[in-house]
């Protein structure tokens, strides 16, 4: 009894910090609740605005769950990139139905910022590359092995240019989650998206 207590306390504790300031929600919940996390990791946290649209290739069940504009969180790097939490739920239930983490410089930036922090990250990939397996190993620690997962980022042909990506997908018969690494002149993220499929 006294293990299983003292293992549940560390796994709790384990939660609570393994990602430091990048504690992900996993439970599909009220947006109420995630407000209350997100104010749990910091008191003084950067709520924003902003309009965001969901297409069905991001979002498989867009047509079945029309969501808000979603409850975005800015939080601060605490190692190289800043977070961008966006939580999209349904308006008359308040359910959450799909999380994206953005690990991005710049996000919401104007375009005459984003040129510039473009020129300077153009020259990172080797940063952006451990970043991403650093966050897939903690990935990997709490929700166990992926379904799928690229062992190097490969090169997408495009019409206007090449760019590198990675992928590792955790496909469930509740959710779907997938850690995402774009690399190219215009984008460079690494981005968590989660969505449960009732």
């Known amino acids: 009894m006294k293990l299983t207590l003292a ?9 609570k ?5 990048e504690k992900i929600w996993t439970k599909q919940s009220k947006i109420s609740e995630v407000v209350a ?29 029309r969501v808000a504009n979603p409850l975005i969180v800015q939080r601060k790097a605490l190692e190289y990139l800043p977070i961008y939490a966006e939580y999209f739920y349904t308006p008359g ?11 991005e410089k710049g996000r919401y930036d104007n375009l005459f910022d984003k040129q510039k ?15 991403y397996e650093r966050i897939k190993k903690s990935l990997i620690a ?7 997962a690229d062992r190097a980022a490969k090169t997408i042909k495009n ?19 997938e850690l995402n ?3 190219s002149a215009t984008t460079h993220r690494i981005r968590l998206t989660l969505y449960w499929k009732q």
């Open 7 to 15: 293992f549940a306390l560390a796994s709790l504790f384990y939660l």
């Open 17 to 21: 910090t393994a990602f430091g300031q």
């Open 37 to 65: 996390f997100e104010k749990d990791i910091d008191p003084t946290t950067t709520f924003l605005s902003k309009n965001v649209s969901l297409p069905r290739e991001y979002y498989p069940l867009a047509n079945k769950y």
């Open 93 to 103: 239930d308040s359910i959450l139905r799909l999380v994206s983490y953005d690990w």
């Open 117 to 131: 922090i473009w020129k300077e990250e153009n020259k990172n990939f080797e940063t952006y590359n451990s970043e």
């Open 142 to 148: 709490q929700m166990g092995t992926p379904t799928s």
């Open 159 to 177: 019409e206007t240019s090449d760019y590198l990506e990675r992928n590792t997908l955790w496909e469930t018969e509740v959710a779907h989650m």
């Open 181 to 183: 690494m774009i690399f």
